[in-house]
């Protein structure tokens, strides 16, 4: 089993949308819950993270970290032509090799205006 | 301020051809790694380093060395390229506390003939 899994999509939505983005993992010890995003021959770049369960908000993005189930969410509000790229997880345990980001596969979303 | 610098940005190499992609980072970084990326796959760890002389083995090492001599330099060496090598290699490189980023390269796409 994948320490990390997500739909590579691709997921393709009309502008002004709500977009929702899934992840499951199967390691009980990841604290910090990543989500990357990486637009067309780009590298990936952080868009925000979650401490333990909960939710936490930026603008139009929420993620969303369920630890009972081991379910880490990303909803994108009012989605917009620029959100268009593919969107990574990565949950990470404290402390140990801190840089050893475990990454999901990526979900590629289109949005349509 | 360049941030995470890779070079080259393309290359093609023969079966069995040596190289070298080069990373640098003008953060004072002390934790940098390489990954590779490949469809369905997502990002791979191939080795890390968490300070100048200290490397360590990520998930998918074999048929790559590394080197930290300086904190800004993580270099990544192909020692006798492969066509299942073909893919795009990003470096990246974090501070040290666990709840900060990894700020990734724009990527070396890499062909392997």
């Known amino acids: 089993q994948k320490e990390v899994e997500q739909d590579p999509g691709p997921l393709s939505v009309p502008e002004g949308a709500i977009v929702s983005l899934n992840c499951t993992y199967s390691n009980s010890a990841f604290q910090y819950f990543m989500w990357y995003r990486q637009y067309s021959r780009k590298g990936p770049e952080l868009l925000m993270y979650t401490y333990s369960s909960g939710n936490k908000e930026d603008g139009r993005f929420t993620a969303q970290v369920d630890k009972s189930s081991k379910y880490i969410s990303l909803f994108i509000r009012d989605s917009q032509p620029s959100d268009s790229a593919t969107y990574l997880c990565?949950?990470?345990?404290?402390?140990?090799?801190?840089?050893?980001?475990?990454f999901g596969t990526g979900t590629l979303l289109a949005v349509q205006p | 301020n360049a941030g995470v610098t890779q070079t080259p940005k393309f290359q093609v190499l023969k079966t069995g051809q040596s190289m070298t992609l080069q990373c640098a980072q003008d953060m004072n970084h002390e934790y940098m790694s390489w990954y590779r990326q490949d469809p369905g796959m997502g990002l791979r760890l191939i080795h890390y380093s968490v300070g100048a002389g200290i490397t360590d083995q990520g998930e998918v090492p074999n048929g790559y060395n590394v080197s930290r001599s300086t904190t800004e330099d993580f270099p990544l060496r192909l020692l006798s390229a492969a066509p299942s090598q073909t893919s795009v290699y990003f470096c990246a490189s974090m501070a040290g506390a666990a709840n900060q980023p990894q700020h990734f390269g724009d990527g070396t796409r890499l062909s392997i003939l």
């Open positions: 990565a949950p990470k345990r404290y402390g140990g090799a801190t840089n050893k980001l475990i």
